[in-house]
Nanobody, 117 residues
Framework: QVQLVESGGGLVQAGGSLRLSCVAS????????MGWFRQAPGKEREFVAS????????SYADSVKGRFTISRDNAKNTVYLQMNSLKPEDTAVYYC??????????WGQGTQVTVSS
């Protein structure tokens, strides 16, 4: 069973920065695409960013392009989300997920990010 544990959330003022981390269990971390998603109250979970197993290809939602950066350290089984220039609309629970062949199969418990105006 794969376990994903997120950390790094918190309360920050608009314009500030946070870095989220997600540590995965297992010995095949580098084989999988990892992603970050978020869910605001009353809204559907939405895609934020993803990174291929070798770290060479990334993808971002339009709403975070130029502000957020996804990265990974395969030696540490960890994926990161650096969030800069945060806005109140970035407030959400952030989840990391591990992608299988076509769907994200495993999820962490989430970490709360709150951006005050």
């Amino acid at each position: 069973q794969v376990q994903l544990v997120e950390s790094g959330g918190g309360l920050v003022q608009a314009g500030g920065s946070l870095r989220l981390s997600c540590v995965a269990s297992g010995r095949t971390f580098s084989s999988y695409t990892m992603g970050w998603f978020r869910q605001a109250p009353g809204k559907e979970r939405e895609f934020v960013a993803s990174i291929r197993g070798n770290g060479g290809s990334t993808s971002y939602a339009d709403s975070v392009k130029g502000r957020f950066t996804i990265s990974r350290d395969n030696a540490k089984n960890t994926v990161y989300l650096q969030m800069n220039s945060l806005k109140p609309e970035d407030t959400a629970v952030y989840y990391c997920g591990r992608r299988g062949l076509s769907l994200y199969e495993y999820w962490g418990q989430g970490t709360q990010v709150t951006v005050s105006s």
